[in-house]
T-cell receptor, first 114, second 117 residues
Framework: NAGVTQTPKFQVLKTGQSMTLQCAQD?????MYWYRQDPGMGLRLIYYSASEGTTDKGEVPNGYNVSRLNKREFSLRLESAAPSQTSVYFCASSELGLSYNEQFFGPGTRLTVL | AQTVTQSQPEMSVQEAETVTLSCTYD???????LFWYKQPPSRQMILVIRQEAYKQQNATENRFSVNFQKAAKSFSLKISDSQLGDAAMYFCAYRSFYSGSARQLTFGSGTQLTVLP
């Protein structure tokens, strides 16, 4: 039981390049999330998927797109990377129905855009 | 929109001593959940403790306990008998009870805790 996995762990891009961050969970959770973490700030929500087949914008969606490929996988795409997108990206999942709705996090991807 | 404030960017504690991390939040809602997450150098986010706003009793998990003051909108974390493994960034987080399908967390900016041997 790996929990939430993310690939890659590290990535360096040049301005304008594109890439996709992959996330998968093996806990059969319905909901999945993408956050970014910047120095001196907490995690901020980029996009989320409440259930398979649905996606919605979070607090900071500009410059990103997401795909909920199936119940297990939720990818985040940067179409044209910018230095402002240098950050650590976390994927999380949770189960609908639990009152407190604990979110389980992946290990993060450190992305640098030059 | 809800906001979460952690006014202590850094704290330190001697091993085996007790430390309290502060968190305040702003909300107009009456029902919600509060969480403390720990982020060690590995970057893995680990849930430490949670509190339901409708419960008056403060949550406790082994050496970790909270002081939840609903009227003051304060949610502090107390770590007793601090251990070297407690050194990490600690985040306070809020989740609305009525967030529907969203259920996203709103995080504070974090407190970096150093444990001195």
């Amino acid at each position: 039981n790996a929990g939430v996995t993310q690939t890659p762990k590290f990535q360096v891009l040049k301005t304008g390049q594109s890439m996709t961050l992959q996330c998968a969970q093996d806990m059969n959770h319905n909901s999945m999330y993408w956050y970014r973490q910047d120095p001196g700030m907490g995690l901020r929500l980029i996009y989320y998927s409440a259930s398979e087949g649905t996606t919605d914008k979070g607090e900071v969606p500009n410059g990103y797109n997401v795909s909920r490929l199936n119940k297990r996988e939720f990818s985040l795409r940067l179409e044209s990377a910018a230095p402002s997108q240098t950050s650590v990206y976390f994927c999380a999942s949770s189960e609908l129905g639990l009152s407190y709705n604990e979110q389980f996090f992946g290990p993060g991807t450190r992305l640098t855009v030059l | 929109a809800q906001t979460v404030t952690q006014s202590q960017p850094e704290m330190s504690v001697q091993e085996a001593e007790t430390v309290t991390l502060s968190c305040t939040y702003d909300t107009s809602e009456s029902d919600y959940y509060l969480f403390w997450y720990k982020q060690p150098p590995s970057r893995q986010m680990i849930l430490v403790i949670r509190q339901e706003a409708y419960k008056q009793q403060n949550a406790t998990e082994n050496r970790f306990s909270v002081n939840f003051q609903k009227a003051a909108k304060s949610f502090s974390l107390k770590i007793s008998d601090s251990q070297l493994g407690d050194a990490a960034m600690y985040f306070c987080a809020y989740r609305s009870f009525y967030s529907g399908s969203a259920r996203q967390l709103t995080f504070g900016s974090g407190t970096q805790l150093t444990v001195l041997p």
